[in-house]
């Protein structure tokens, strides 16, 4: 059975469809990577898959409609971490990382167990953040904020992550760091990860599958290979984006 699975996902504001019957099956152990230009509908349908858009269509978690869950049952199943974080309370980095763990607890005051607290510890470390652990969020950098409800994320340990643009705002070093934790975070537990991003070669480096998409509907859908091919982008972007790359990569080359 599917973890997740989209059959004919359609999400409309008023007359207009921003997501068109997009159907897609994801399994344990794959990384999706939702890529298309601006205005495809990729954070559309990770908005509506964790709740916070209306669509028609079914949406299924292990074969159960998503949005028969209850919002602590569905904290232990998935887990979403979106490109921007507005903050306006002076909780520590140790403070959001451990309401991760809030679906495991007896509400927001409940102690802190030892599981929660290896978590807790084990997705500071990995991220990088556990030298700022007493430090506020309030006096964060942007890729420091990112990378804090990041470990949120790994403390809350999902069985689906949900990644919108992840590394949007990390430097290269983070960019790099992030994506392979969560590589081995897809190793380590056998889980799933659908990311919405922009980066084309971190899509092809790093996903399993690829979900094409223009004006919200679908382009291809299968084995990364398959569906990032020269045809398929070209068509989509309305250029020559193998051509782009290679010339990319070329200054770098000549630089040496």
């Known amino acids: 059975m599917a973890l997740l699975e989209l059959k004919g996902l359609t999400v409309k504001y008023g007359d207009l469809t921003i997501v068109d019957g997009v159907s897609f099956a994801l399994e344990p152990k794959q990384w999706l990577m939702i890529v298309g230009p601006n205005g495809a509908g990729k954070s559309t349908i990770v908005s509506a898959v964790s709740g916070g858009t209306p669509f028609t269509g079914e949406a299924l978690f292990d074969g159960r409609d998503i949005r028969s869950y209850r919002p602590h049952e ?3 199943k998935l887990g979403v971490l979106t490109q921007n974080h507005s903050v306006g309370y002076s909780f520590t980095v140790g403070e959001v990382v451990k309401l991760g763990r809030y679906a495991y607890s007896h509400g927001i005051f409940g102690t802190t167990g030892d599981d929660d607290a290896r978590m807790i510890d084990s997705a500071l470390e990995e991220t990088g953040m556990a030298a700022q652990r007493e430090q506020s969020v309030l006096t964060l950098s942007g890729g420091e904020l990112q990378r804090a409800f990041l470990a949120q994320l790994l403390a809350q340990d999902p069985e689906l ?5 992840p590394t949007n705002h990390l430097d290269l070093i983070y960019q790099k760091q992030v994506f392979g934790l969560i590589k081995q975070w897809i190793e ?5 990860v659908v990311s919405v991003v922009h980066d084309l070669s971190l899509a092809r480096a790093f996903g399993t599958h690829a979900l094409l998409l223009d004006h919200g509907r679908t382009v ?9 091919t020269s045809e398929n982008l070209d068509s989509v972007y309305g250029m020559d984006v193998r051509g782009w790359m290679e010339q990319m990569l070329g200054q770098w080359r000549e630089a040496r």
């Not at 380590?188 to 799933?192: E, M, P, S």
């Not at 291809?220 to 990032?228: K, M, R, S, Y």
């Open 188 to 192: 380590r537990t056998g889980r799933a």
């Open 220 to 228: 291809a859908f299968g084995p990364t290979d398959d569906v990032l």
């Open 161 to 165: 992550m949900i990644l919108d643009e």
């Open 74 to 76: 569905l904290a232990k």
